[in-house]
Structures are given as C-alpha cells and as structure tokens.
C-alpha cells in the first residue's frame, strides 16, 4: 500500500461503466471506510493519464466501440500495466476483463491486442448472447462463499495456463466455452463477467481485493446485514425455475 493512504482507482468511468459497474467502486470504498481505513479514490477519465501509485484498481464493462477505445487508450497510456509491475491489485468485469487478456474481437470483428495482464483469449460466440443471473462457486484458494452475478456478454474468453478459473457455475455461461468456469484470476490480477454490481452482491470480493493491497490475513469485522439480505434475496431469486 502508498505511504499516507489506500489509492483506489476507478478506470475511465466515461467508457466503462454499464450495468453499475462503479457501484463495485462505491462498495471498495465504504467497506475501507468502514474499517477506518484512509482511502483516496481517483477517477480516471479516458482523457487522463492512469497514475501508477495506485493500490487497487477497477475497471467496468461497456459496449464494443468505448472497449476498442479503452484498449487502445490504455496500451498507448501505460499506467496500468505499469501499475500491475509495481504488484496493485486489479478487478475487471466484463469488457474490462477481456481488455486485461492477450486479445479480444473488436467492434470492427478484428483481433484487438489487450494489455497481457491475465493469461486469457477472448472471441466472439455465434450462438445466444449469455445473459442471466450466474451463481458459482469460487475457488477454493479465495476462501469466498459462493457468488451472485448477472452476465450479458456476447464473448468467449479462454484461460491459458497462468490463469485460474475465479469460479465454476452452478447457473449461467461463465467464460461461455462450455467448461464450467467463470472468470479468471492470477496473484493481483481479476476478471469476471459478473455485474450486480458484484461487489454489492458479494461485499467479501471487496474484502479479499483490501486484504491483499494491505497484505493482512483478516480485516476488522463489519455490518454485513444489509448485503447478505441482498445476496440473500438474489441467490433466491436466480434458484426460481423460470
């Protein structure tokens, strides 16, 4: 972690940021807050350099053309790989998720290179788009309960092998490649196709992401009432046959 406080980093809200995609910013924020935890949150428009003193950083979802601009934006700027070097923890969903891998197919149906932050591929399926509620199972060396999420995504996103599966589905496409797995992971950096926003639906990925820029094993404990009434609810829900 920086010297006087945790830098949390929100990047380019002005291209990614669907489905509320920054509540996950909102919801790292509090949950340091609530631990009294000094936090410093930057928002970084996609005009702006990405600064690379950052702790943890975030990144949304969004539509094809604002991804191929993020894409490009973030490989001429360099600040997030930097960032990755220097060991800050990264959170990405969807768009942002497949930006973070070796490549994905543009709006324009070209291979566009990502930033190799994440050993994964991302193609386009032909089929249905995924959409729907998703809960999995998270693995096991994360120590999480099981997750809640909603994907829309036309993507089929690969893991090569420095990559692990964030989780396996029990209800929904993940990754889209048939396999089971959802998202991905390696030490700081994550991926997934889950909005919710996520970390309002699951709070202890926000936990887990403080954990690792604090480099504690626990963190004090805190009102969980409302986000498990929340995660409650929405495993419930998405458990209802249709």
């Known amino acids: 972690m920086s010297d006087n406080s945790l830098r949390l980093v929100w990047v380019y809200p ?3 940021s669907t489905y509320g995609d920054q509540g996950n910013a909102l919801v790292v924020e509090r949950r340091a807050r609530q631990r009294r935890l000094d936090v410093m949150r930057i928002d970084v428009r996609s005009d702006q350099p990405v600064p690379t003193s950052g702790d943890i950083y975030l990144i949304g979802g969004g ?16 600040g997030l790989s930097r960032a990755a070097s220097n060991g800050a923890i990264i959170f990405s969903v969807c768009a942002g998720y497949q930006i973070l891998g070796h490549e994905f197919v543009n709006d324009l149906g ?7 932050l994440i050993d994964v591929v991302s193609t386009r399926g032909e089929g249905e788009r995924c959409v729907g509620d998703v809960l999995a199972d998270i693995d096991p060396q994360l120590g999480l309960p099981q997750l809640t999420g909603f994907e829309n995504h036309q993507g089929i996103t690969h893991l090569g092998p420095s990559a692990r ?3 396996r ?13 959802e998202g991905a992971y390696n030490e700081t950096v994550f991926g997934t196709y889950m909005h919710g926003p996520v ?6 990925i926000a936990d887990l992401l403080l954990k690792l820029a604090l480099d504690v094993n626990a963190l004090p404990p805190t009102d ?7 995660r409650a609810e929405r495993i419930a829900a998405a458990a209802q046959p249709a």
């Open 63 to 78: 539509e094809d053309r604002p991804q191929r601009l993020a894409a490009e934006r973030l490989r001429r700027d360099g």
């Open 224 to 230: 969980d009432r409302w986000y498990e009434s929340l």
């Open 199 to 204: 970390m309002a639906r699951n709070p202890q």
């Open 14 to 16: 002005d291209l990614l």
């Open 169 to 181: 589905t029990i209800l929904g496409r993940g990754n889209g490649t048939g396999d089971g797995t």
């Open 110 to 116: 070209e291979r566009e290179p990502g930033l190799g």
């Open 165 to 167: 599966p964030l989780a």
